[in-house]
T-cell receptor, first 111, second 117 residues
Framework: DQQVKQNSPSLSVQEGRISILNCDYT??????FLWYKKYPAEGPTFLIS?????DKNEDGRFTVFLNKSAKHLSLHIVPSQPGDSAVYFC??????????FGTGTRLLVSP | DSGVTQTPKHLITATGQRVTLRCSPR?????VYWYQQSLDQGLQFLIQ???????AKGNILERFSAQQFPDLHSELNLSSLELGDSALYFC????????????????FGEGSRLTVL
């Protein structure tokens, strides 16, 4: 039962363009959503989060959008940089005291 | 550096054996979480401890067990190992008992890569 889904295993974007990573969830009890970034041979690191009472949260080049009615969130990276190349995990929590992760999207930003 | 320390970084063992993975959380964090990442899979939640007590349980096999000690470090014990247990095992820590609001971030260690031959 995959409660958090990232349907795109990979995404390729040119440097300077926008990267849009998508995530869908099924559990309506989720009320807090996070994005983590993971480089090879490192643990995931927190990137940005959003509470269900908001529909947008921005932090520098990173913006997360939440559409509760569609149970969908997205991460926008503008402008994309080669250093953003990593695996991005969407995660959600609520109802239960744990964080549920998606399977990740590998982003490749080419110069 | 997240402040979360996991040992060992790599471990190779045989089927049927038992291993122990160790995690030291960030200073001041009371919660420890264990996650398993198999090939091409997301991070699967195994178990959470908060201040020494089991807080939440996920898809943890009966062959696996964990505990959190008074000094807050945690150990994940994997026994009767099978080939399918080969994975990256991550430990994460957070300040509070739940994932929400300003205490919602989990800080992850670099993981312990277990290979079962």
């Amino acid at each position: 039962d995959q409660q958090v889904k990232q349907n795109s295993p990979s995404l390729s974007v040119q440097e300077g363009r926008i990267s849009i990573l998508n995530c869908d969830y099924t559990n309506s009890m989720f009320d807090y959503f996070l994005w983590y970034k993971k480089y090879p041979a490192e643990g995931p690191t927190f990137l940005i989060s959003i509470s269900s009472i908001k529909d947008k949260n921005e932090d520098g080049r990173f913006t997360v959008f939440l559409n509760k009615s569609a149970k969908h969130l997205s991460l926008h990276i503008v402008p994309s940089q080669p250093g953003d190349s990593a695996v991005y995990f969407c995660a959600a929590s609520g109802g239960f005291q744990k964080l549920v992760f998606g399977t990740g999207t590998r982003l490749l930003v080419s110069p | 550096d997240s402040g979360v320390t996991q040992t060992p970084k790599h471990l190779i063992t045989a089927t049927g054996q038992r291993v122990t993975l160790r995690c030291s959380p960030r200073s001041g964090d009371l919660s420890v979480y264990w996650y398993q990442q198999s090939l091409d899979q997301g991070l699967q939640f195994l178990i959470q401890y908060y201040n020494g007590e089991e807080r939440a349980k996920g898809n943890i096999l009966e062959r696996f067990s964990a505990q959190q000690f008074p000094d807050l470090h945690s150990e994940l014990n994997l026994s009767s190992l099978e080939l399918g247990d080969s994975a990256l095992y991550f430990c994460a820590s957070s300040v509070g008992p739940s994932v929400s609001g300003t205490t919602g971030e989990l800080f992850f260690g670099e993981g312990s890569r277990l290979t079962v031959l």
